[in-house]
């Protein structure tokens, strides 16, 4: 078994910032990759962000380049996502998922089970 939980979520207002968190643990025999993705009221879930475990190489969604930074700490299997100059738009429940080859040498998918942003004055 896998377990990944996010914290970090919270109200903040317009202009304001957050740091998500997100850790992995259990089975985990080695990490591939792990990234945010958030779903609104009413959308679908979208992605973010992501980075790769090896060599750390990140990739985001238009909605949060220059103002969202994606990073890991390799040995707490955690994964971070720096909010910056926050809109109301970027208001959602924030999921994180991680990549992982188990120690079967399975590939395998884990989400977490979501924070809430909410983005307000």
């Known amino acids: 078994q896998v377990q990944v939980v996010e914290s970090g979520g919270g109200l903040v207002q317009p202009g304001g910032s957050l740091r998500l968190s997100c850790a992995a643990s259990?089975?985990?025999?080695?990490?591939?990759?792990m990234g945010w993705y958030r779903q609104a009221p009413g959308k679908e879930r979208e992605f973010v962000a992501t980075i790769n475990w090896s060599g750390g190489s990140t990739y985001y969604a238009d909605s949060g380049k220059g103002r969202f930074t994606i990073s890991r700490d390799n040995a707490k299997n955690t994964v971070y996502l720096q909010m910056n100059s926050l809109k109301p738009e970027d208001t959602a429940v924030y999921y994180c998922?991680?990549?992982?080859?188990?120690?079967?040498?399975?590939?395998?998918?884990?989400w977490g089970q979501g924070t809430q942003v909410t983005v307000s004055s």
């Open positions: 259990g089975s985990i025999f080695s990490i591939y990759g």
């Open positions: 998922k991680a990549r992982v080859r188990t120690p079967s040498q399975n590939y395998q998918e884990y």
